[in-house]
Nanobody
Framework: QVQLIESGGGLVQAGGSLRLSCAAP????????MGWFRQAPGKEREVVAD????????SYADSVKDRFTISRDNAKNTLWLQMSSLKPEDTGIYYC??????????????????WGQGTQVTVSS
């Protein structure tokens, strides 16, 4: 079983920044494709960004391109999401997710195998 632990959420004003972290203690983090998802109230969970096992390949939702950056450090078993120029519409619960199968960019929630508990991000206008 893969354990994922998110942190770093909070309340921020529009235009501000936050960095989310996802710790994945235990073996085989480097064998996992990873993604960040978010879910706003009343909406479906959507992919925000994803990254391949080695970190060389990434993709982003159009709504966050040029504002968010996904990265990982396999030696530290950690995934990050750097969020800048935040907007009120970025508000939601952010989840990190792991996929044991090969990386494919832009996959939806059903294609991921393991999930963290989520961290709340609230952007005020």
């Amino acid at each position: 079983q893969v354990q994922l632990i998110e942190s770093g959420g909070g309340l921020v004003q529009a235009g501000g920044s936050l960095r989310l972290s996802c710790a994945a203690p235990g073996r085989a983090f480097s064998n996992l494709s990873m993604g960040w998802f978010r879910q706003a109230p009343g909406k479906e969970r959507e992919v925000v960004a994803d990254v391949s096992r080695g970190g060389a390949l990434t993709s982003y939702a159009d709504s966050v391109k040029d504002r968010f950056t996904i990265s990982r450090d396999n030696a530290k078993n950690t995934l990050w999401l750097q969020m800048s120029s935040l907007k009120p519409e970025d508000t939601g619960i952010y989840y990190c997710a792991a996929r044991q199968r090969p990386y494919v960019r832009g996959l939806g929630p059903r294609d991921y195998d393991h999930w963290g508990q989520g961290t709340q991000v609230t952007v005020s206008s």
